[in-house]
């Protein structure tokens, strides 16, 4: 059975399209590594959504964002209907987003799902994350209060990048000389 990865980002014109392409590029290896990605997410933007489903990905449109108490109740249920299906290999939850919040993470902690927290800005008080991952170059300059178990992935050697661009991984410009 393939370990499903649930991505829960939004894009919007008032928060970009940052959160879910990252997401995108984590979803991409994901997939290259065998396993299954469903996205939740408020997105207006209907090429991206294509993309994704384009990639052999499932999208559930949400019409209700956190902290809309719905948000949470279909993170949930998804995460319990994958987990039913997967018996041992409980899928893994990856947040991105600056308005998961403490309560939304403890809640997906208290039903025993896994979860990867995407964070560039060390917002919060406490963070219920099993990972916290940021890919920035300053990363490793910020302070996570987390659980002691917490495995943080700090600095740009974390760096998510889409396919489209690992394919351009190890090119060099040539530079005529004049």
């Excluded at 370990?3 to 014109?13: E, F, Q």
């Excluded at 984590?26 to 997410?41: D, E, M, T, Y």
């Excluded at 409980?90 to 993470?105: A, E, H, R, S, T």
């Excluded at 920035?136 to 178990?149: A, F, K, R, S, V």
Aim: aromatic share 10%; hydrophobic share 40%.
């Amino acid at each position: 059975m393939k370990r499903s990865l649930v991505i829960r980002a939004d894009a919007s014109s008032q928060i970009g399209t940052g959160h879910l392409m990252r997401c995108l590029a984590l979803a991409q290896g994901w997939v290259l590594h065998g396993g299954n990605v469903v996205f939740l997410s408020q997105c207006e933007n209907n090429s991206l959504r294509q993309q994704i489903t384009g990639a052999g990905m499932d999208f559930i449109p949400l019409e209700h964002s956190y902290p809309d108490p719905r948000d949470l109740t279909t993170t949930l249920d998804v995460l319990r209907t994958l987990s039913i299906d997967a018996k041992e290999n409980q899928p893994w939850l990856v947040l991105d987003g600056y308005f998961f919040d403490m309560f939304y993470q403890k809640q997906v902690k208290k039903y025993g799902f896994p979860m990867l927290m995407i964070d560039d800005i060390a917002q919060l008080d406490h963070y219920y994350a099993d990972v916290i991952l940021n890919q920035n170059i300053h990363g490793t300059l910020l302070h996570y209060c987390c659980e002691p178990d917490t495995k943080l992935m700090l600095g740009e050697k974390y760096v998510l990048l889409r396919q489209e661009f690992l394919t351009r991984r190890g090119w060099h410009r040539v530079i005529p000389n004049i």
